[in-house]
């Protein structure tokens, strides 16, 4: 069957015009002993949705429709900071940090594809460069994100830096993962100033996102 050429051209053009997909963002957030923001504004209109943290647990899980920057407001719903997502992916971890008055946010993809089930993370935000095995594999953290790592259910992690010479473990703790979970460990600086030992937290998820975070048994120290 023949069409008339302007409305093939017609056509197109309409199918060209078609808006595109919204977008839906889904996320857990964690801010590591900090007074936490009192919500989030996805876009300008909407009203404040309050985040819910938990002191040794990512939080529950939000949603964000048709934009990729969520506003971090005060219980004042005065701006505190903003979190940014990347251009691709729908699943995200968000670290929130208190750095000069505002909150940072270190995003990253936690879907399954990108960490799977049996694997941990670390986030190394310590500002040192700490060397050692997570199980059997030999790592060089480097800033941010590193890994994932393979480790099963459970994984011996012992790190260790260089001090005047010499290689001082500082920090070495066994790990452990339920069926299903996908780990994270953050490191921070440290509590003391001269100390070498990072502070840190260990996170699990469900690698599917099916499932509720639960709180870990160990609670770091906080380098005390």
């Known amino acids: 069957m023949a069409f008339p050429r302007g409305y093939l051209i017609a056509l197109l053009g ?16 964690f801010a590591p002993g900090l007074e936490a923001p009192h919500g989030f504004v996805a876009s300008p209109g909407q009203g404040i949705v309050p985040l819910r943290f938990r ?5 529950e899980e939000y949603e964000i429709s048709g934009s990729e920057t969520a506003k971090l407001v005060d219980a004042a719903g005065g701006e505190v900071g903003a979190v940014l997502f990347p251009p691709e992916g729908d699943y995200f971890t968000v670290i929130l940090l208190w750095d000069g008055g505002r909150f940072r946010s270190e995003v ?9 089930a ?4 670390v986030l190394n935000l310590s500002g040192t460069r700490p060397t050692g095995r997570i199980r059997s594999e030999i790592v060089e953290l480097g800033p941010g994100i590193n890994g994932p790592y393979a480790v099963g259910t459970a994984a ?61 048994i160990r609670e770091t120290t906080m380098g005390k």
């Open 118 to 121: 049996g694997s941990i993370t």
């Open 108 to 116: 990253f993809d936690s879907s399954e594809k990108n960490r799977p």
């Open 156 to 216: 011996r992690v012992v790190l260790r830096t260089n001090f005047k010479g010499r290689e001082l473990q500082v920090f070495g703790e066994n790990l452990s993962l339920q069926s299903g979970e996908q780990g994270l460990l953050i490191l921070l600086p440290p509590f003391r100033p001269g100390s070498l030992e990072p502070q840190w937290r260990y996170l699990t998820d469900r690698a599917d996102h099916g499932g509720i975070s639960h709180p870990i």
């Open 55 to 59: 002191p040794t647990a990512l939080s």
């Open 14 to 29: 309409a199918v060209l015009a078609a808006p595109p997909p919204i977008r839906h963002l889904r996320f857990r957030a």
